[in-house]
C-alpha cells in the first residue's frame, strides 16, 4: 500500500493515491469551468463526486454528476467532462485488470457507462471516502469490501444489463414495490396483480434482483429516508413514517445496521459538504 500526496496530474490535481491490492484509488480536484477533451482510460474505474459538479458525456449522452454521483466507466471508453462554475473534487477508483477478471466470474457490471445517484449508494460512498481518509491497517479490508457493495447495488439497480432481461410482469412487480413501499403491500397481492404464483415471484424476484422482496422493500425504504435526510427538513420521525417504518427507533436501527450511522448523522455529513 502506497500513499502520494499533492502531486499534479494532466486530469487535475492530485491531492492523495492509495495502491491497494485490485484497485488504485486517487483523491483529485478539477478546477471551475476547466474542459477536458474527449479521452479514454486503460483501466475501468468509477468515479465518485465529492464536491462540486460536472457533465460528462458518453458520445452524444451527456450526464449531469452532482456530489455523490458515482459513475462506472469501462475500459476504452470515450467521454469528455465539462466542469462547473465551483470546479470538482473527486474519487477515482480504479480497477486492476486481474480484479476485473474475478469480478466478471459475478457480474460485467464493469463493462458497462452508468451514471447513477441515489441515497443508498451515497451512503456507501461516504463511508469508502472515510476509509481512505483514515487509511489505518484496516482500511484495506474496508474498502474493498463497500466497493464490491457499490458494485452490488449497480447490478440491483440495473438488471436488465446482465445476461437477461426480466420479464416484463417482474419489472411490473418491482414497480409496484418501489411505488408502494411505504405500506400496503403483500407477496401474495403482487402476485395476484402481475398473474403469476407467489413462490413463482419470489424465485425469480431473487434471481434477478439478487434479494428477497422483503429486503427490496427495505433497500427501497431506506433509499426513499435517505433521499428526504438530504434534500427535506422533516424531523427524523415524520421520515421515518413517510419512508414506511414503524417509528424513528425502526429507521435508526435499519439505517445503522445498514451504513454505520444514524440518521441525524447522515444528514449532517450530507450538508456539511
Given at each position: ?39 479514454l ?14 457533465t ?13 454521483s ?46 447513477i ?29 463497500l466497493?464490491?457493495?457499490m ?30 413501499s ?62 414506511g417504518?414503524?417509528?424513528q ?19 449532517a ?5
Open positions: 500500500m502506497t500513499s502520494d500526496r499533492y502531486s499534479v496530474t494532466p486530469l487535475g490535481r492530485c491531492l492523495g493515491t492509495v495502491k491497494l491490492e485490485g484497485f488504485i484509488l486517487t483523491e483529485a480536484v478539477y478546477q471551475p469551468n476547466f474542459t477536458l477533451k474527449k479521452h482510460h486503460d483501466r475501468a474505474l468509477m468515479s465518485i463526486v465529492l464536491r462540486g459538479s460536472y460528462e458525456t458518453f458520445g452524444r449522452r451527456p450526464n449531469d454528476c452532482k456530489p455523490y458515482v459513475l462506472m466507466k469501462p475500459i476504452g471508453t470515450d467521454h469528455a467532462d465539462q466542469y462547473g462554475s465551483r470546479g470538482a473534487r473527486c474519487l477515482i477508483i480504479k480497477v486492476d485488470p486481474k480484479k476485473l477478471e474475478s469480478i466478471r466470474t459475478f457480474s460485467r457490471v464493469l463493462d458497462q457507462s452508468i451514471h445517484r441515489d441515497g443508498l449508494l451515497a451512503a456507501l460512498a461516504m463511508r469508502l471516502y472515510k476509509e481512505f481518509k483514515l487509511m489505518d491497517s484496516a482500511s484495506p479490508f474496508s474498502i474493498e469490501g466497493i464490491l457493495e458494485l452490488g447495488h449497480f447490478v440491483r439497480h440495473h438488471p436488465e444489463s446482465g445476461s437477461s432481461t426480466p420479464p416484463h410482469w417482474l419489472r411490473t412487480a418491482e414497480t409496484m414495490i418501489r411505488e408502494h411505504a405500506g400496503g403491500l403483500s407477496s401474495l397481492g403482487i402476485a395476484s396483480t402481475v398473474g403469476v404464483h407467489p413462490s413463482h415471484l419470489a424465485r425469480m424476484f431473487r434471481k434477478f434482483y439478487g434479494c428477497t422482496i422483503g429486503d427490496y422493500l427495505r433497500r427501497v425504504r431506506l433509499e426513499r429516508a435517505a433521499q428526504e435526510l438530504v434534500h427535506g427538513n422533516t424531523s427524523l420521525a415524520e421520515v421515518a413514517l413517510a419512508a417504518f414503524y417509528d427507533s425502526h429507521l435508526t436501527k435499519a439505517f445503522q445496521s445498514k451504513f454505520g450511522m444514524t440518521p441525524g448523522k447522515y444528514r455529513a450530507w450538508r456539511s459538504r
